[in-house]
Every structure is written in C-alpha cells, then in structure tokens.
C-alpha cells in the first residue's frame, strides 16, 4: 500500500533536484516517524524521484550534474536508513549488476529486501564480468543469485550470463529483475526454468515471505 502522500513526495524531489541533502533526510525520517513502510519509501519516494529525474534527463530539462547528485543523495539515504542486519539467516542471496549494467540503486534496495527476509547477502553491485559471477557464485554456494538488468542493449550479456549460471548451477533459483525486462521477460527467459522475473520489490518480497518461510 502507498503510504507516501503526493505531497510529501513533491517536497522530497524538489529538494533532491536543489541538492538539499539534509531536507530530504529529515522527509525521510519524519516518514519513518509516522509509520511508513521502508519498501514504500523506496519505491513512492526514491524510485520515483529517479525515474522523473530520468525522463526529464532525456528531455534535456535536467543536467547531469543534476541527475548525479540526486543519484548521490539517495545513495546516501539508502544508506543512512538502511535496515539492520539480519542475524543468524540460514539463507544466503548473491546479488549483483551483470556485466556493464551501472544502475545499482535498484540491485541495493533488492539486497535489503532479502536482509529484511532474514537472508544474508553478498551484494557486488555495478558491472561485474560474467565470469567472475560464476566464479563468485560457486565459491558462496548462496539459495539464490539475483541478477539486475537495466539496459536492454545488454541483452547478450544477460543471455550469456544466465547461460553459465544455468549450465553450471541447473538447480539453482536465479531471480531477475530490472526495466530492461519490464515487457518481455516471458520470452526472454522461456528458455530457463530456473530463472525467474520478478519485476518489484513488493513482489520480491511476497515471494520470499511465500517460498522460504
Ligand atoms: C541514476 C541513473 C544513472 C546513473 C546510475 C548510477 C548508480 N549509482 O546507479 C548513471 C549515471 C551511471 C547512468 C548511466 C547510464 N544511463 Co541511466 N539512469 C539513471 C536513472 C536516472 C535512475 C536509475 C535508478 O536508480 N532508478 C531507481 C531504481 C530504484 O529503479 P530500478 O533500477 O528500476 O530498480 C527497481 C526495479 O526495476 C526493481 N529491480 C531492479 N533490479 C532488480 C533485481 C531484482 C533481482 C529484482 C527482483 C528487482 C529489481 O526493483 C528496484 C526497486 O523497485 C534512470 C531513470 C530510470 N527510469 O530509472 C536512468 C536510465 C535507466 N538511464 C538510461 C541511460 C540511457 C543511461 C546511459 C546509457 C547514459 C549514457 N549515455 O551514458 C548510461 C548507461 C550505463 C550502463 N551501462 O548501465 C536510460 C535507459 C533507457 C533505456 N530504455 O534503456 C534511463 C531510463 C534514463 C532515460 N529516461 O532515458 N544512469
């Protein structure tokens, strides 16, 4: 349920555009205050915020140094309210960018859905090789690999990438989430019945509620 009211979010992306770091911290907090829910903070407060900042980018109506530093205070909010670590999870999750995909906002909120869910994560955030993924997953042996894929022109590398994870791991959950997948991820990934789209972090977490506890 949104329990952020069209106003609050107004003020918290004005003063996001106009770098007021410590005014969007205290809208935060006193969100918090009031009772509301972190994943809705995410997604009605910051991921909004991100995806107007991204159109009115294209539309040349924002600059990129605007768009950095609004990309830089949600990170520091992400991590300023950042949930508690779980403790004694017996449930592992590596979470992590593919290759060439620099949009790890979303990817860090998905590592604290797990956390919330009592999972330890191993989140590796932007960019990471294809192989070193592998390599990675077989050295933490984690329940489930949880892949973001942003940017569809990096489809190939998805592809791939799914392919090792499913050749080397046929049992293991992979789950994926990201825009670039938004339309066609049944076609996308017919081919893999161990991959699975799940395209929120509302969702993600009803998943793990459902499937893990
Ligand atoms: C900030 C930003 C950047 C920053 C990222 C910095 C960082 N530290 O993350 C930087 C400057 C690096 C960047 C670069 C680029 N960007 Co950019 N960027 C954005 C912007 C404004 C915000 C991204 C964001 O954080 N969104 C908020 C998060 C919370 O949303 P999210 O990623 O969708 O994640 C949510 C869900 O998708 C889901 N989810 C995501 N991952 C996963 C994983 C799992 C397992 C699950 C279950 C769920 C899940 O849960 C998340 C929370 O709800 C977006 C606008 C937009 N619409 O997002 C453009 C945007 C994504 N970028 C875009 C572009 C074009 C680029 C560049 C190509 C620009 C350029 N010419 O260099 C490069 C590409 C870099 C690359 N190879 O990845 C386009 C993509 C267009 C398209 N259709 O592909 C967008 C949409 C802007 C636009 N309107 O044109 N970008």
New binding site residues.
């Given amino acids: 349920m949104n329990s952020i009211k069209e106003s609050h979010f107004l003020d918290f992306y004005n003063n996001l555009v106009d770098g007021n770091k410590d005014k969007c911290s205290d809208i935060v907090q006193l969100l918090l205050n009031e009772g509301a829910d972190l994943k809705d903070i995410?997604?009605d407060l910051?991921?909004k915020a991100?995806?107007r900042?991204?159109?009115l980018?294209?539309h040349n109506e924002l600059t990129i140094p605007e768009?950095?530093m609004a990309?830089q205070i949600?990170?520091f909010l992400i991590a300023k309210f950042a949930p508690p670590s779980p403790v004694n999870s017996n449930r592992k999750a590596v979470?992590t960018c593919i290759d060439?995909?620099?949009?790890?906002?979303?990817?860090r909120?998905?590592s604290y859905i797990f956390e919330m869910n009592n999972w330890k994560t191993y989140f590796l955030g932007?960019?990471v090789p294809t192989k070193e993924i592998v390599k990675y997953v077989k050295q933490i042996d984690p329940d489930a690999v949880?892949?973001?894929f942003?940017?569809?022109?990096?489809l190939g590398r998805f592809l791939e990438l799914v392919d090792h994870l499913t050749k080397f791991f046929p049992h293991k959950r992979i789950?994926?989430?990201?825009?670039?997948l938004k339309e066609n991820s049944d076609n996308v990934l017919k081919k893999y019945p161990n991959a699975l789209y799940?395209?929120?972090?509302h969702e993600?977490d009803e998943y793990l509620k459902k499937e893990y506890s």
């Fill in positions: 995410y997604v910051f991921q991100l995806y900042i991204g159109k980018w294209d768009e950095h990309t949600t990170e979470v060439k995909e620099f949009h790890e906002i979303g990817p909120m998905v932007a960019s949880a892949l973001s942003g940017l569809y022109l990096n789950i994926v989430g990201g825009q670039a799940i395209p929120s972090i993600l």
